[in-house]
């Protein structure tokens, strides 16, 4: 098992062992999802280092894009500013801007991610990812977003399209699909 394997492995362990021990004292599953958007950028991060030479430009556009999807979260926020200015903050465009700025680096990722690979399928690759995740900022339906990023990480491992990096669009998905099942379950 290769650093990056050991490092989503970890990642995705440590929610599920937490998670098991809310169920064991709670008795529901309640995953920790707010982390989520931490966990995916110190991993970025750290996949940005490990492959700083192979895989530049791609993991710079992803980590952007993983800064923007934490800055665009309440919860950060909510450790810097009281709960009056929260609803200021909250109520205001910002969040909103964030939140595009996140998406456009994500597709932006998503197209360099697939369009740099050397399978011939790779624009209808990137157009039946591309879908789930439009309909995700149009809607605002968690579940699409969850579905583009298993079938990114799925389509990349079995086609290796830029190996390594598969990997963190699988952390991606199992963690939506982790925020998913709390949410709705």
């Known amino acids: 098992m290769n650093r990056e394997k050991r490092s989503v492995t970890l990642a995705i362990l440590t929610l599920v062992v937490y998670a098991s021990f809310l169920f064991y004292d709670t008795g529901a599953i309640l995953f920790p999802f707010p982390l989520n958007e931490l966990i995916v950028l110190i991993v970025s991060i750290q996949f940005l280092i490990w492959n700083w030479h192979a895989k530049k430009s791609l993991l710079v556009i992803l980590t952007t894009a993983n800064i923007f999807n934490l800055i665009s979260t309440q919860f950060f926020w909510s450790f810097f500013m009281t709960n009056e200015q929260m609803e200021v903050f909250v109520s205001g ?59 990114i990480a799925l389509l990349g491992y079995k086609y290796t399209i830029n190996y390594p990096i598969h990997l963190l669009w699988f952390l991606i998905g199992i963690l939506q699909l982790m925020k998913v099942s709390t949410l709705y379950f």
């Open 93 to 151: 465009i910002s969040l909103d801007l964030l939140k595009i700025a996140y998406y456009l680096f994500l597709l932006i990722g998503l197209g360099i991610y697939f369009l740099t690979s050397t399978s011939r399928l790779k624009y209808l690759f990137f157009g039946i990812t591309l879908l789930p995740i439009l309909f995700t900022m149009f809607t605002s339906i968690g579940v699409f977003e969850t579905i583009s990023f298993i079938l």
